[in-house]
């Protein structure tokens, strides 16, 4: 069945890049997302791709799409301590009762 | 203020005690759904409801019942608790007429321990 993997911590210095990794196996995915999970809340939606686009720029986020490799990346530039959380990314091919999610990604902010 | 309100938000309780998590939406939203966060395994789905009176399996529905009576509401039912159900639960509503399609609406989750 579809699967999306990402690794499960990343640790970066506060006012760096963090990238954050995923990599999925459905070809018919049409919507790829990055949730964000702050401590003690719910996951919230930060972007989005559609599958017919490289790349998607929104601030500091930037998300690329190798849609080759169904490869998908999130870089936050000027990482802050307020961008703590984990992330999730997450696959569908149209529908809300399809949404696919990966294990996510904790990202820690180090002085 | 547009939300998803679960409660409780967080719970102890024995095996085998029957309990209940509530849903509620208020963006008239047509599809709601319930996932379990477990470290390690993100999150996974347990029941989700395309409309009123219309449920389906998720990918983890074993130990769990739902019911849609109405639109508003979609609570989570464990008729006999295990400690393996021990986890963060979720639920989430979306609508097929959002721009993002599929973009889902979180509650702010549910703890529950079962001793």
């Known amino acids: 069945g579809e699967d999306v993997e990402q690794s499960l911590f990343l640790s970066v210095r506060e006012g760096d890049s963090s990238v954050i990794n995923c990599t999925y196996t459905?070809?018919?995915?049409?919507?790829l997302y990055w949730y964000k999970q702050e401590p003690g809340a719910g996951l919230q939606l930060l972007t989005y791709i559609f599958s017919n686009m490289d790349m998607k720029q929104d601030q500091r986020l930037t998300v690329l799409l190798n849609k080759k490799d169904k490869h998908l990346s999130l870089r936050i530039a000027d990482t802050q301590t307020g961008d703590s959380a984990i992330y999730f990314c997450a696959e569908t091919g149209g529908s809300a009762s399809k949404i696919i999610f990966g294990s996510g990604t904790r990202l820690s902010i180090r002085p | 203020e547009a939300q998803v309100t679960q409660n409780p938000r967080y719970l102890i309780t024995v095996t085998g005690k029957k309990l209940t998590v509530t849903c509620s939406q208020n963006?008239?939203?047509?599809?709601m759904s319930w996932y379990r966060q477990d470290p390690g395994l993100g999150l996974r789905q347990i029941y989700y409801s395309m409309n009123v009176e219309v449920t389906d399996k998720g990918d983890v529905p074993e130990g769990y019942k739902v019911s849609r009576k109405e639109k508003r509401n979609f609570p989570l039912i464990l008729e006999s608790p295990s400690p393996n159900q021990t986890s963060l639960y979720f639920c989430?509503?979306?609508?097929?007429?959002?721009?993002?399609?599929?973009?889902?609406?979180f509650g702010e989750g549910s703890r529950l321990t079962v001793l």
């Open positions: 963006m008239n939203h047509e599809y």
């Open positions: 989430a509503s979306s609508s097929p007429g959002r721009e993002v399609t599929g973009e889902l609406f």
């Open positions: 459905d070809s018919s995915s049409t919507y």
